[in-house]
């Protein structure tokens, strides 16, 4: 069974800075892309960042230049840099990982920005 642990949301001002990670555990095939999506109240969730295991990344134009998406193979860790953050950045993150044969989803960790 695949788990996947989420850390690092809280409640963050401003213009201030958040280091979410996700590591993946357990018996999986191998993992092709890991990434970070989000859903706001009343929203659809959304494409946050994703990094292929060659290291190739892809984020959304709203988060461009603020956020880094890292990862770490062997340990089949994720992490989400999120710098200068917005109000409306304010939302459930979660986790996914794509193997070659499965799609995984973390449980969710809440980032709330105030202004």
């Known amino acids: 069974q695949v788990q996947l642990v989420e850390s690092g949301g809280g409640l963050v001002q401003a213009g201030g800075s958040l280091r979410l990670s996700c590591a993946a555990s357990?018996?999986?095939?191998?993992?092709?892309?890991m990434g970070w999506y989000r859903q706001a109240p009343g929203k659809q969730r959304e494409l946050v960042a994703a990094?292929?295991?060659?290291?190739?990344?892809n984020y959304a134009d709203n988060v461009k230049g603020r956020f880094t998406i890292s990862r770490d193979n062997a340990k089949n860790t994720v992490f989400l840099q999120m710098n200068s953050l917005k109000p409306e950045d304010t939302a459930v993150y979660y986790c996914?990982?794509?193997?070659?044969?499965?799609?995984?989803w973390g449980q969710g960790t809440q980032v709330t920005v105030s202004s």
């Open positions: 996914k990982v794509v193997s070659l044969k499965y799609d995984y």
């Open positions: 357990g018996s999986f095939f191998t993992i092709n892309v």
């Open positions: 990094v292929t295991s060659g290291g190739s990344t």
